[in-house]
């Protein structure tokens, strides 16, 4: 992911951060990305626990080069697919 | 240097243990998860806690009331149901005054919301002339503050000694320093541990033994991970090693090789203000993806094993009292497939879900009693009262010391997360005893059925 991507298309951006996210559940979750839709909850729907949020973020910094900042990591951040992808968009952009 | 087997008044005792006086007042906080405030600014593993189990865990709070006597006092987040109230009387428990904060905030321990309670702080206040000491579960900064508010003495050392002696780092060097048996690993506690760790991960990842690094104040399954292949591991270091030089330099991790575990088992000791150490009891531990969920007894050893348990009891309580502690101590312990026994995994130094169960342990059951203490996970439509559950669990609950049943230990859990309206989670933590094991696991299924079918369940598809 290139800087300049990020500056010149932020919808284009969300899109594929959404892909990497929704890829990566679907590795950790051996489940089919597109059975994985944004409104989905981690927690109840997904059964995730601790270890899988611990997981993901080390997967999720591995693909995106980025750094994640979990000292400001909210528990609204895992609610939903959704409130995830928005909050590595946010990440990422702040690691640009 | 003695090792004792508690017996008699298990109050009297512990009183004694923490304050050195028998018939002390004892002022006491039922601050669960007091973990969360030892990790805060350290090095570890990044996690969240969800605010729903937060809020359940929070009313854990209650669970000290079986363990106060009648001079005691309880500090808790909100009244009990009154019913509740009653059923805890007529186990035979002889109640402790309760004071209740001004604002409980779901998301703050009892502590928290103590302190910021200048009513409470000054009733506490009151209690200073009585010889009060405050007992909380575990202490950190926010007990202590709250002990000096109130200028009531603790009954625990201070939250800097409680918070050194339960990092998972001190207990791997005391397990080196008195020879116990640890599974193989080392500490992190700098980048260059932490590379040597990874680099001898790597080479037992290679071999096809998995791995796991722990945070050094990790708690209920967070922080912690199991790792199988190398490229999660390099994802990992890189992970922690950016944190770490952010953070000049600090790392605050173990990593072990993981273990063919048959069960776990967990401990606890006493360690008196003499120095003495007390064996109290040993369980098996039920534990699902590291988080516990409840205790079996007896626990499943042979006689050497119990010899080797207490033996490391002993020398764990030792050197716990040479670092200035004292109080109750848990002890996470493992035995594996191929039947070793792992006497130390990790010292909780604090009170333990079965710290609670103590008194009814003594006087409830028999010595050839069974017994599973668990939590049942409830999924409620709306908020369940005390008596509702009391009728529907009729036959069920044991009504009478040494007859098979559940006993009820906390019910603050159950409704800690309604309020919002729409369907919430809850647990009901209680005691199955019976006279075998098959006697608990029908008694066990027929709670679960009964829950299941309450009218403020929600149904099930």
């Known amino acids: ?96 | 240097m003695h090792t004792h087997t508690l017996s008699g008044d298990v109050l009297a005792l512990l009183r004694t243990a923490l304050t050195g006086a028998a018939d002390r007042p004892l002022v006491l906080l039922g601050n669960f998860e007091v973990e969360d405030h030892w990790a805060k600014g350290e090095a570890g593993l990044p996690g969240i806690v969800m605010p729903a189990s937060r809020v359940i865990v929070n009313r854990m709070d209650e669970c000290a009331l079986l363990l106060a006597g009648p001079d005691d006092h309880v500090v808790l987040k909100a009244a009990p149901d009154e019913e509740y109230l009653r059923y805890l009387g007529g186990l035979g428990l002889a109640l402790p005054r309760i004071l209740t904060v001004a604002t409980g905030q779901p998301q703050r321990t009892v502590s928290e919301d103590a302190v910021a309670d200048p009513r409470l702080v000054a009733t506490l206040g009151g209690l200073v002339a009585t010889g009060a000491h405050l007992w909380p579960h575990g202490v950190s900064v926010v007990e202590e503050r709250l002990a000096e508010l109130a200028g009531l003495p603790l009954a625990a050392p201070t939250a800097a000694v409680c918070k050194r002696v339960n990092s998972k780092i001190y207990s791997r060097l005391l397990a080196d320093e008195v020879g116990l048996p640890q599974p193989e690993g080392t500490v992190c506690r700098d980048l260059d541990e932490l590379d040597r760790a990874i680099r001898r991960a790597g080479s037992w990842l290679d071999a096809g033994r998995p791995v796991v690094l722990k945070d050094a104040f990790g708690v209920s399954g967070r922080g912690i991970m199991v790792v199988r292949d190398t490229r999660r591991l390099a994802q990992l270091h890189a992970l922690i090693a950016r944190r770490a030089r952010r953070d000049a330099g600090r790392v605050g991790l173990v990593m072990e090789e993981w273990l063919p575990k048959r069960h776990d088992l967990n401990y606890q000791l006493t360690v008196d203000r003499a120095g003495d150490v007390h064996f109290d009891v040993i369980k098996e531990a039920i534990t699902s993806d590291g988080v516990h969920q409840g205790h079996r007894m007896p626990a499943p050893l042979t006689e050497p094993q119990h010899r080797q348990v207490r033996s490391a009891a002993a020398a764990i309580g030792r050197r716990l009292a040479a670092d200035g502690y004292f109080g109750v101590v848990g002890v996470d312990a493992l035995t594996t497939t191929d039947g070793r026994l792992y006497p130390m995994i990790e010292i909780n130094a604090r009170n333990n879900m079965s710290t609670y169960q103590e008194r009814l342990r003594r006087t409830w059951f028999g010595p050839d009693t069974v017994a599973l203490a668990r939590q049942y996970p409830l999924r409620l439509t709306r908020a369940l009262p005390f008596g509702e559950l009391r009728a529907l669990l009729d036959g069920v609950l044991a009504d009478r010391p040494d007859r098979p049943g559940l006993v009820i230990n906390n019910f603050a859990t159950v409704n800690a997360a309604s309020g919002a309206g729409t369907d919430f989670g809850g647990r009901l933590y209680g005691v199955v005893a019976a006279d075998s094991a098959q006697q608990v696991a029908a008694l066990d299924r027929e709670v679960t059925e009964r829950l299941r079918n309450c009218s403020a369940t929600v149904a099930q598809s």
């Open chain 1, 1 to 96: 992911m290139s800087d300049a991507t990020i500056g010149a298309a932020p919808q284009a951006v969300a899109g594929d951060i959404t892909n990497v996210v929704v890829g990566a559940l679907g590795q950790m979750l051996s489940r089919d990305p597109a059975s994985i839709s944004t409104q989905l909850r981690l927690f109840e729907d997904l059964s995730f626990d601790s270890t899988s949020v611990l997981e993901l973020l080390i997967q999720l910094e591995a693909e995106l080069d980025v750094e994640f900042d979990t000292d400001t990591l909210e528990p609204a951040d895992f609610e939903t697919v959704g409130a995830l992808v928005a909050y590595v968009a946010g990440q990422v952009e702040e690691n640009a």
